[in-house]
C-alpha cells in the first residue's frame, strides 16, 4: 500500500517541469512574475512545487556544493490556501502567512524583522480584525507557522517572538518585552477608512522591505487554491494582486485553471453591473482578462502517458519491495535513463539490467505493471494520484482473493473490471445484474464482443453496439469492451463476488469528487439561480467521464434526500441543456425513489420539461404514469386537472 501525499520523489519524471519553472523565478530580470503550474485534480502539481521549493532552498545543498550559492540570495515561502478556508478572510491569512513566515526566515536580519513587525501593523487588512480579532484568520495562520504550539496566539505574541530573535544578539541583558507593541490596543482604536492609498503603501514598503534585504528572489508557492471556494479563490486572488508590481516576488499557483476560471465567472457575474448575465462573450472577456492580468505564464502539466504510467507503477512497487539502498540506486538509474530517452518504460527489462535478478514478488508485479497499464491509463486519463489509490484497491481485493482461496482470479481481469466500476459504476451495476443471472457468463458480453472485438468486429461500430444494448455504445464502452482481455468466456462470478459481496467500499477513495465536479454539484444544488446557470455553463467543460462522476452524485444525492427538490432540479436543467445521459438519471431518479417523499413539484418542472422537449416522451412517459396511479402528492400534481387533456 503507498500514502497518498505528495512527495519530492520525482517518479513521474516531472523534475523537468519544476527545473523549467525554476528556471524562471530565479532570473531577476523576469520578476516580479506569477506563474499558474496547472493540471487536473491530482495531476502532480503539489509535488512539482514541494520539488521546486527543495530545490531553490540553499540549506538542501551541502555546504561545499556548487550549486548552494545560487540560491543564498532567494527565500521560499509556502501557503496553503484551503487550510484556511473556514476563516473570515482569506486576503488577510495570506498576507499574514507571508509575512510571518518572512519574518521567521533565518537568512533575514534584524532590520527586515522590524519592517515585518511594522508592516503587520499598518497593512489595510489588519482592521477586519476589530471585527472578531482572535477568531479570524491570523490565529490560524500564526498557529500554522509556529506549528501549531498555540491554538490562539495574538500578533503581540508573533511580534514579541520576531524582536527576540534579534534582540537577545544585539541588546544582552536589555528585557525584550521593553520593546513589546500592544498590537490588539493598535487595532482597536484604528479608526482610518481604508482606501486604494493603504494598497499602495503597502506595496511600497514591501518592495522597500526586499531592497533592503539581500534577497533577490522571494517565490511565494500558493497551493490548494483550486480546493476552496469560489469566493477564498477570487479573494486570494485579490491579495496576489498587491504584489504583481512588487520587485524581486515571484508567485507559483499550483490549481486546476478550470476550477479558477470558474470562480471567476461566479464571483463576478453575481455582482450586479459588472457583467451582463445574459452576455456570456462579455463574461468570458472578463474572466480571461482577470486571469491573465493576475497570471503571466500559465503552464500545462500534461497527463501520463501509457508508457509513464507503467514505469511510474513499476518504481512504486519497486519502490515496496526493495531494499532502501537498492531502490535509490534504482531511482539513479531511472533518472539516467530519462536523461537519455523520455519516451520509453523504464520497466521489467532496465529494473533487471540494473538489479540483476529480481525477487519473484517484484517479477511478478512488473510483469502486472506491463499488462495493465494501458487499461489503467485509459480508466484514470493518466492521474497519478488516482493510479496510486487504484492500486491500493486493487491490492485490497487480491488480498480478500488470496484469503478466499480463489487462486483463479487474473489481474488484467481484475484490473479491467475496477476500472469499469470507476468509470462507469452503471454499467458495471449492470454487468454484475447480467451476471448473476446468467452463471457468471452473461451473453451480452458475448455480443458486444462479437460486433465490436477482432478479428471480426470494430471498436467503432457504435450501431452494432447499441443493437446489443443502447447503454454499451459510449466511446468509452465500446474501447473498455475491446480491451484485452476479453471476458466473453470468464467466470466473472468470484470476480463480483471481490467487488461487490465483501469489498463494496474499497474504490470509494478511488473515486473522491474532483473539486470542479464537487464545485458545479454543490451550485447546482444551492437552488441559487445565478449559480445554476453558472454550473450549467460549466458543465461544458467536462470531459465524459466527469460527466458521469458528476450524474452520478446528483442520483446519489437524491436517493439519500428524495424530499429535497434542488437534486431533481439539477438532472432536469441539465436534460433541458441536453447534457449526455440526463434523462436516463432523471428517469432512475424518478423510478427508484419512494414516489410518497418525491416534492410534487417535481411532477410539473418534468411536465414542463415534456413540453418543451416532446422527443422526451418515449423515456419519461412510463415512469409519469407510473407515478399517477401512485395515492401520493406528486400523484395528484401529474394528474389532468378538470377541463385538462
Same mark, same amino acid.
Given at each position: 500500500m503507498w500514502s497518498d501525499n505528495e512527495t519530492t520523489l520525482d517518479l513521474l519524471g516531472f523534475k523537468v517541469h519544476a527545473n523549467l519553472v525554476r528556471s524562471?523565478?530565479?532570473?531577476?530580470?523576469?520578476?516580479?512574475?506569477?506563474?499558474?503550474?496547472?493540471?487536473?485534480?491530482?495531476?502532480?502539481?503539489?509535488?512539482?512545487?514541494?520539488? +521546486?521549493?527543495?530545490?531553490?532552498?540553499?540549506?538542501?545543498?551541502?555546504?561545499?556544493?556548487?550549486?548552494?550559492?545560487?540560491?543564498?540570495?532567494?527565500?521560499?515561502?509556502?501557503f496553503n490556501g484551503w487550510l484556511f478556508e473556514g476563516y473570515d478572510d482569506a486576503k488577510s491569512a495570506l498576507l499574514s502567512?507571508?509575512?510571518?513566515?518572512?519574518?521567521?526566515?533565518?537568512?533575514?536580519?534584524?532590520?527586515?524583522?522590524?519592517?515585518?513587525?511594522?508592516?503587520? %501593523?499598518?497593512?489595510?487588512?489588519?482592521?477586519?480584525?476589530?471585527?472578531?480579532?482572535?477568531?479570524?484568520?491570523?490565529?490560524?495562520?500564526?498557529?500554522?507557522?509556529?506549528?501549531?504550539?498555540? +491554538?490562539?496566539?495574538?500578533?503581540?505574541?508573533?511580534?514579541?517572538?520576531?524582536?527576540?530573535?534579534?534582540?537577545?544578539?544585539?541588546?544582552?541583558s536589555v528585557d525584550a518585552s521593553t520593546k513589546q507593541i500592544n498590537w490588539e490596543d493598535i487595532l482597536k482604536s484604528d479608526k482610518k477608512p481604508s482606501g486604494p492609498m493603504d494598497v499602495r503603501t503597502f506595496r511600497d514598503r514591501f518592495s522597500q522591505m526586499l531592497k533592503d534585504s539581500d534577497i533577490e528572489s522571494l517565490v511565494i508557492f500558493i497551493d490548494d487554491l483550486d480546493r476552496c471556494s469560489p469566493e477564498r479563490i477570487v479573494e486570494n486572488l485579490e491579495a496576489i494582486k498587491l504584489f504583481l508590481s512588487v520587485d524581486r516576488t515571484a508567485f507559483v499557483i499550483g490549481a486546476d485553471p478550470r476550477i479558477i476560471r470558474y470562480a471567476i465567472a461566479r464571483i463576478y457575474s453575481s455582482n450586479s453591473g459588472q457583467i451582463d448575465a445574459g452576455n456570456e462573450q462579455a463574461q468570458t472577456d472578463i474572466v480571461t482578462d482577470y486571469l491573465e492580468k493576475v497570471i503571466q505564464v500559465p503552464y500545462q502539466l500534461p497527463r501520463l502517458s501509457p508508457a509513464e504510467v507503467e514505469t511510474y507503477m513499476a518504481m512504486l512497487f519497486c519502490q515496496q519491495?526493495?531494499?532502501?539502498? %537498492?531502490?535509490?540506486? +534504482?531511482?539513479?538509474? +531511472?533518472?539516467?535513463?530519462?536523461?537519455?530517452?523520455?519516451?520509453?518504460?523504464?520497466?521489467?527489462?532496465?529494473?533487471?539490467a540494473t538489479l540483476g535478478s529480481l525477487p519473484p514478488e517484484l517479477s511478478s508485479s512488473l510483469t502486472f505493471c506491463a499488462l495493465t497499464a494501458p487499461l489503467i491509463t485509459e480508466g484514470l486519463k493518466g492521474n497519478p494520484r488516482q493510479v496510486k489509490r487504484f492500486l491500493n484497491a486493487f491490492i485490497l481485493r487480491k488480498k480478500l482473493a488470496e484469503i478466499a482461496k480463489l487462486t483463479h482470479i487474473k489481474d488484467a481481469t481484475l484490473v479491467k473490471l475496477m476500472v469499469l466500476e470507476y468509470v462507469r459504476p452503471d454499467q458495471f451495476n449492470q454487468l454484475f445484474n447480467w451476471q448473476s443471472t446468467q452463471d457468471g457468463l452473461p451473453v451480452e458480453i458475448q455480443l458486444l464482443e462479437k460486433v465490436l472485438c477482432p478479428p471480426d468486429g470494430d471498436m467503432h461500430n457504435e450501431k452494432g453496439a447499441k443493437e446489443v444494448h443502447p447503454d454499451w455504445a459510449t466511446t468509452f464502452t465500446r474501447k473498455w469492451i475491446a480491451m484485452e482481455p476479453y471476458l466473453a468466456k470468464e467466470d466473472l462470478r468470484d470476480y463480483f463476488w471481490i467487488a461487490r459481496d465483501r469489498m463494496q467500499s474499497t474504490l470509494s477513495g478511488v473515486s473522491l469528487i474532483p473539486p470542479l465536479i464537487r464545485q458545479i454539484l454543490e451550485d447546482l444544488l444551492s437552488g441559487n439561480a445565478g449559480k445554476r446557470n453558472q454550473a450549467l455553463k460549466s458543465i461544458g467543460q467536462l470531459q465524459a467521464d466527469e460527466t458521469t462522476i458528476l450524474i452520478h452524485s446528483l442520483i446519489k444525492h437524491i436517493k439519500r434526500y428524495p424530499n429535497d427538490k434542488n437534486g431533481f432540479d439539477g438532472l432536469r436543467l441539465m436534460a433541458e441543456d441536453n447534457v449526455a445521459g440526463s434523462i436516463d438519471a432523471l428517469v432512475e431518479a424518478l423510478s427508484t425513489c419512494p414516489s410518497d417523499q418525491i416534492p410534487p413539484a417535481v411532477g410539473t418542472d418534468v411536465q414542463l420539461l415534456l413540453r418543451s422537449k416532446p422527443d422526451l416522451k418515449p423515456q419519461l412517459d412510463p415512469v409519469l404514469a407510473k407515478l399517477k396511479t401512485t395515492n401520493t402528492m406528486i400523484g395528484a400534481a401529474l394528474k389532468p386537472r378538470k377541463g385538462e387533456k
Open positions: 524562471v523565478v530565479t532570473d531577476i530580470n523576469l520578476l516580479p512574475i506569477t506563474i499558474g503550474v496547472f493540471g487536473d485534480w491530482g495531476g502532480g502539481k503539489t509535488s512539482v512545487m514541494k520539488m +521546486l521549493q527543495r530545490d531553490i532552498t540553499p540549506e538542501n545543498y551541502p555546504v561545499n556544493s556548487q550549486e548552494r550559492p545560487k540560491y543564498e540570495k532567494v527565500v521560499s515561502l509556502y502567512s507571508v509575512l510571518l513566515q518572512l519574518g521567521k526566515n533565518e537568512r533575514v536580519g534584524p532590520k527586515i524583522r522590524h519592517q515585518v513587525a511594522s508592516l503587520l %501593523e499598518s497593512v489595510d487588512w489588519m482592521r477586519l480584525a476589530r471585527l472578531g480579532f482572535k477568531e479570524i484568520a491570523l490565529p490560524a495562520a500564526l498557529a500554522y507557522m509556529t506549528g501549531g504550539v498555540s +491554538l490562539l496566539p495574538t500578533i503581540a505574541i508573533a511580534a514579541k517572538a520576531l524582536f527576540e530573535i534579534d534582540q537577545k544578539k544585539d541588546e544582552g519491495l526493495l531494499e532502501k539502498t %537498492e531502490f535509490d540506486r +534504482l531511482h539513479q538509474a +531511472l533518472e539516467s535513463h530519462r536523461q537519455r530517452d523520455m519516451y520509453s518504460v523504464f520497466g521489467y527489462g532496465a529494473i533487471e
